[in-house]
């Protein structure tokens, strides 16, 4: 657990390349942590590694295909990293049948409304 927050201390102050060290040091003594995994993820997204990211999330989703950050990522990922709006929109609306409560499934929703009609986001 001390990996990961210091990860996540690293991740929060933007310092990625650090926090990548600590979270894959914490995968290394629980592989399948899958909020530790997704974040990681995220650190590659954010170092424009989406491929990698991608890779991450797989890995997450092959396992626990209902895991809601990993599909929003996924979705985020595939849209601003790859430019690929029917992934994204396969994702989002894979989280919004598998949690309709997420956090933000209102804007998930606007998105993949915007997204079908042809529009970008923001």
Known sequence: ALLSQ???????RG??????TYYEQALSLQPENFSIRTDLATCYYNMQEHERALKELDQVLAKKPDFSQALYNYGVIQYFGRKDKQA?????EKLLAVDPQYPSAGQVRENIQKLKAGQDLE
């Open 15 to 20: 310092q990625y390349r650090e926090a990548i």
């Open 6 to 12: 210091i990860g996540n201390l690293y991740y929060d």
């Open 88 to 92: 994204t929109v396969s994702a989002w």
